[in-house]
């Protein structure tokens, strides 16, 4: 397989007004093809008082654009055999169509209407608060939303872009009105610092000359940085949350972290992978679920973004056991930070991961997401084919040493959320 057609290896392209154009070849075999555009257009972004804007943009703009109304643009995927997806976080905004491979420039055409001419009709405003009103309510009174939350409140400080969920609250949905929405927009999804990432048959200059006769015109000005406060790590604290009623317990603990370019993240991934990331394989699978029976799920995971991150290990339990989970989940944090893996341990996992990668070029959906995650966080080109090395080059102690880093359990914030009695 020569690099030009190899789905582990990208190619950073020609910035087009703003917009960095990258392709990724498609897996060999492949009948259809992916593409992404993603945004400086986070709820980290969201105007002060009207918190929630950047979700119902990112919802709203896949719901009807240019001349197409919400049943429009349905049926005209559904005709064409495609998808519209998106996806919001605290950095950014990404909106990704897949569809057949053959008619990916006009899918690609689809992608940029949507991207750059929505229609924000009051009908779909309108539905789109109704549904962020029922995430609200959600968040405020299921356990394991109500943790998560209180997890990222306790960790960061308020004027941090990483603090909330996006949802915002009923008062600051019921501020935000059209005009809002179309400012937002305007200044966040064609404003420059974007990045579409197509994966398809089509060579980069095809994919860049398409891409600039859609794009035209995309950025007449500079897009917004995420203004990211330096905050210390937190106090160690205990929060509680009694939710009468509900069936059983959630834990969280968690802190903040380091950033997806951290230098020591290969390995801090090799330790979240160890702990609690990988199903079945990991610690807290087999030692508070399997072994103790404790808990209905026990995992952890490594959110590592661009200008930092945090990180939790999280587990369900009944109301009478949650006591034990704590300490089982901090006895386990306290091993990882102390104790260095034994080499048969960090084999295995190791291993898992690699075979991970080549199971991810099965199908289009799975590459795209690889390529996707190297052009956000502009990472070399060869990242992927470069990672099964990285990894078997890391030793225990190397291990551990990450793990003291990035999820340093003497620092946690513990989040309790159920009934508590």
């Known amino acids: 397989m020569t690099e030009a057609t190899d789905p582990l290896r990208v190619e950073y392209g020609e910035e087009l007004e703003g917009l960095r154009v990258v392709r990724q070849p498609s897996p060999a075999g492949a009948a259809s093809f992916s593409a992404t555009y993603v945004g400086p257009a986070g709820w980290g972004f969201d105007p002060p008082g009207r918190e929630g804007t950047a979700r119902l943009v990112n919802q709203l703009i896949t719901s009807a654009a240019g001349r197409y109304d919400r049943v429009a643009l349905a049926r005209l995927l559904d005709r064409s055999g495609a998808t519209l997806s998106r996806q919001s976080a605290p950095e950014s905004g ?43 309510l959600r968040e405020a009174r299921q356990p394991a939303n109500r943790a998560e939350v209180e997890l990222l409140h306790a960790i960061f400080p308020a004027d941090h872009p990483y603090r909330e969920s996006g949802l915002g609250t009923p008062r600051s949905l019921a501020r935000i009105s059209r005009r809002v929405l179309e400012r937002f927009h305007r200044e966040h999804y064609s404003s420059g610092e974007a990045i579409l ?34 905050s210390g790590p937190p106090r160690p604290n205990e929060r ?62 490594l959110d590592a973004m661009r200008f930092g991150g945090h990180w939790v290990v999280q587990a369900g339990t009944g109301a009478d056991r949650y006591r034990k989970v704590v300490r089982l989940l901090r006895d386990e944090l306290d091993r990882l930070r102390t104790q260095p893996v034994t080499t048969a341990t960090l084999g295995t ?27 956000y966080h502009r990472l070399p080109e060869d990242y992927w084919l470069t990672w099964p090395r990285t990894l078997r080059e890391i030793s225990p102690s190397e291990v551990r040493r990450a793990a003291e880093l990035a999820m340093d359990g003497r620092r946690a914030v513990t989040v309790l959320a159920g009934p508590l009695g």
């Open 197 to 230: 990432v197509v994966t398809a048959p089509a060579r980069r200059p095809a994919v860049e000359r398409v891409a600039r006769r859609l794009f035209r015109g995309f950025a007449t000005t500079n897009g917004p940085t995420l203004s990211v406060p330096r």
């Open 94 to 136: 990404e909106v990704t169509i897949w569809g057949p491979a053959g008619e990916w420039a006009r899918l690609l055409g689809i992608l940029a209407d949507v991207v750059l001419r929505p229609r924000f009709d009051p009908t779909d405003i309108a539905r789109a608060r109704r549904q962020a009103h029922e995430r609200q």
């Open 240 to 301: 509680r949350i009694d939710l009468p009623g509900r069936s059983q317990v959630e834990v969280r603990l968690g802190g903040p972290s380091i950033a997806r370019t951290a230098e020591e993240y290969p390995a801090a991934y090799l330790a979240n992978e160890i702990l609690g990331g990988r199903p079945m394989l990991s610690r807290l699978f087999q030692q508070v679920r399997e072994k103790g029976g404790l808990a209905y799920h026990a995992s952890s995971a």
């Open 349 to 375: 996992i190791r291993e898992s991961a690699v075979g991970q990668i080549p199971l991810a070029l099965e199908s289009t959906a799975e590459a795209h997401e690889l390529a996707v995650e190297v052009a």
